[in-house]
């Protein structure tokens, strides 16, 4: 089997052929969990997931570029939580520099504001004793600062999902028990020494769909099935089998979200 650890069949892209894209993922033996950004779509992943006896599973929270059209709600993303033994984790969330503000005082405004709403969502998943699926675009260090001390306090444990830091910091979120998340960003980035210098039982392998399509995948919109072609070319990076790192990811996925 395959586990795709993070996908958004949740999104609107999927709305026409959500239960197709999902049943000929399942026939093929492919599990997957789907992650909300918003309140919205983390509903909206319980509600999918809830179809399913098992191979479909959810995460919920608010991911920092919604930050400025939803307000987090502790109390209401914590009984969304508890309304279905089918959320595994808490995610995505963290924090994303890439559209910031051009002046010093709005860019300080806006980095406060995001590690703000990470630490209540961080404290959410340790109440709920549930793992986090983060988020960091060109935040890397600011992360890793913030990580240091929850670690230590919350006893985290997650996955750095879409890992795009160097090699240095990968190192860093592996010394502190994290995994990191490997999709089709790796066919644009070159990632080839992180991934052969991350150990086997601390990767997972993801879609990020619809997005990120692989580059010989036979459609344009993403969706879980690719996922494959991100296992093979991590086997090829680390000089193994398919199957083997089919067998390690999945086993990983299912030790992390309790599956």
């Known amino acids: 089997m395959l586990f795709d650890s993070h996908t958004h069949l949740n999104f609107a892209a999927f709305n026409a052929d959500r ?13 997957m969990l ?12 319980i509600e999918i997931a809830e179809k399913y006896p098992e191979g479909v599973y959810a995460a919920i929270g608010l991911h920092p570029i919604n930050l400025d059209e939803e307000d987090f709600d502790y109390e209401k993303y914590k009984k969304l939580a508890l309304s279905s033994k089918k959320v595994v984790a808490i995610g995505e969330i963290g924090l994303d520099y890439w559209y910031k503000p051009k002046t010093k005082r709005k860019l300080a405004l ?5 590690k703000e709403l990470l630490l209540q969502e961080l404290k959410l998943a340790y109440d709920l004793n549930l793992p986090v699926i983060f988020h960091c675009r060109m935040a890397h260090d600011d992360l890793l600062k913030i990580l240091e001390l929850e670690v230590i306090s919350y006893k985290l444990q997650g996955v750095i999902h879409c890992f795009t830091g160097d090699l240095q910091q990968a190192e860093k979120y592996l010394a502190s028990g994290f ?17 052969k210098k991350t ?6 392998i993801e879609t990020d769909c619809p997005f990120l399509t692989p580059p010989d995948f036979s459609e344009e919109r993403n969706n879980p099935l690719s996922v494959k072609f991100v296992a ?8 193994t089998s398919f199957e083997k790192i089919a067998e390690a990811t999945s086993q990983n996925a299912k030790t992390l979200f309790k599956i």
């Open 19 to 31: 239960e197709e894209v999902i049943k000929k993922c399942l026939d093929d033996n492919v599990w």
């Open 34 to 45: 789907n992650v909300g950004t918003n309140y919205e779509t983390s509903k909206k992943a």
């Open 110 to 114: 806006f980095k406060q504001k995001q």
């Open 179 to 195: 995994y990191l998340g490997f999709n089709g960003i790796i066919f644009k980035l070159n990632l080839d020494e992180i991934i």
């Open 199 to 204: 150990p086997l039982d601390r990767i997972l």
């Open 232 to 239: 093979e070319h991590i086997a090829k990076i680390k000089n």
